[in-house]
């Protein structure tokens, strides 16, 4: 059995993930990019964090715009990021 050839639909998930679980998902239809990112940040992910909260992306480059990292802050979490290659931080590479 082959795979269909040609264009795929694209659905993009974000979520935060925390000890007790999935929090502020959202589903995309499409790929995201910065605009979506960021709205997805100031819009759903900000509700759930708390002061202390530390937020660690990988390098996405629309992640690393500074309104996203001033939201985050803004809501007293603390944002880091993965090195640059780390497929043991992140299964999804």
Same mark, same amino acid.
């Given at each position: 059995m082959g795979f269909p050839h040609g264009h795929r639909k694209t659905t993009t998930l974000v979520a935060g993930l925390r000890m007790t679980g999935m929090v502020a998902p959202m589903v995309? #239809?499409?790929?995201i990019?910065?605009?979506? /990112?960021e709205a997805y940040v100031s819009q759903?992910?900000?509700r759930e964090? &708390?002061?202390? #909260? =530390?937020? =660690?992306m990988d390098n996405l480059s629309s992640h690393? &715009?500074?309104?996203?990292?001033?939201? =985050?802050?803004a809501a007293g979490a603390t944002l880091r990021f993965l090195p640059p290659y780390s497929?043991? /931080?992140?299964? =999804?590479e």
């Open positions: 995309l #239809d499409g790929p990019n910065g605009d979506w /990112f759903v992910l900000v964090l &708390r002061p202390g #909260d =530390i937020v =660690i690393k &715009r500074a309104s996203v990292q001033g939201l =985050i802050e497929p043991d /931080f992140n299964p =999804i």
